[in-house]
């Protein structure tokens, strides 16, 4: 068995099949963890959806900004946005499968035995991997749970900037959501940064690239989310995907075993 790390898809489903042909993908015998945004701004967003639903346990995934906004509109009561390319999951006949299927992912995976773990932005340093775990699954209980469409309606937002222990409710699920899934500057203290999508050289004042605080422990880190970093994080700990497939990038993939990446341009 082999397990392999793919970064932002996007919807970009013929990438995805050609680059799993390449690595010689066997869903019966190997594992693909996915870093989030399936889906959205691509050409086959339902195809994408639809085939990594169907790889059940042989696929590992975490949710990204995309998805939850997909979720957003699914349960929330939000309008989909013009660069969207939702409308063929949304009025796909097997929609509610669908969603109900991407509302039970993670977001942030722990493999203790890789001491790897994964999630769709990063893991702040403010936070150890315990606690990064226990954030994730206080949020994830809540996508799956009665207060789904609270969250949902009430998600979008950059407050707090900041985490503090005390917070609570949807501010505390808010921060939450944000580090995980939409994180790339943050402040020393935890503060985030959520306007700047450029390389990691346009840091604004007071705020760097997440990955250069120190961490406490020395897990590693698959990311996706920050297509401007062409997968430079500079440091074998942080491990960035998001090529910018859907930019004219390309889809990479990596077996987390040997730690060979392969690149298929899009
Ligand atoms: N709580 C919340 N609040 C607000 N929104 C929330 C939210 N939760 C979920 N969302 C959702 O998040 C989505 C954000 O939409 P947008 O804000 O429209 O984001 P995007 O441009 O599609 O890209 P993304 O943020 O994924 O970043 P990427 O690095 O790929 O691309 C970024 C840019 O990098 C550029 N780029 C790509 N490759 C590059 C390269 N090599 N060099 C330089 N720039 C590059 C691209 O052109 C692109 O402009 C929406 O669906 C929104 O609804």
Aim: charged share 25%; net charge negative.
């Amino acid at each position: 068995m082999t397990d392999y790390a793919i970064g932002d898809i996007q919807g970009c489903y013929d990438r995805l099949r050609e680059v799993l042909h390449r690595v010689a993908f066997s869903p019966s015998r190997d594992r693909l963890w996915v870093a989030g945004d399936l889906i959205n701004r691509g050409p086959s967003s339902l195809e994408t959806l639809r085939y990594l639903s169907g790889l059940g346990s042989s696929a590992v995934v975490v949710l990204g900004n995309h998805d939850l906004h997909l979720l957003a509109v699914a349960l929330g009561g939000h309008q989909p946005r013009k660069k969207d390319t939702l409308s063929e999951i949304l009025d796909a006949p097997d929609h509610n499968q669908l969603i109900d299927w991407l509302r039970q992912q993670n977001l942030c995976v722990h493999d203790s035995d890789r001491n790897l773990v994964m999630a769709h932005a990063g893991v702040p340093h403010i936070w150890g991997i315990e606690q990064a775990v226990a954030c994730a699954r206080e949020v994830e209980a809540v996508i799956r749970g009665e207060h789904a469409e609270e969250y949902f309606t009430q998600m979008y937002g950059n407050e707090p900037p900041c985490w503090d222990d005390s917070l609570s409710g949807m501010d505390r699920w808010r921060i939450i959501t944000n580090y995980f899934t939409r994180m790339r500057f943050i402040a020393e203290n935890g503060t985030l940064e959520l306007a700047t999508k450029e390389a990691a050289a346009h840091a604004p004042g007071g705020f760097a690239p997440w990955f250069e605080f120190p961490r406490r422990d020395d897990t590693r880190v698959i990311f996706g989310h920050w297509a401007a970093l062409e997968g430079q994080t500079g440091d074998d700990q942080f491990i960035g995907l998001d090529t910018g497939c859907v930019w004219g990038g390309a889809l990479t993939i990596m077996n987390l075993d040997t730690g060979e990446k392969i690149h298929c341009d899009c």
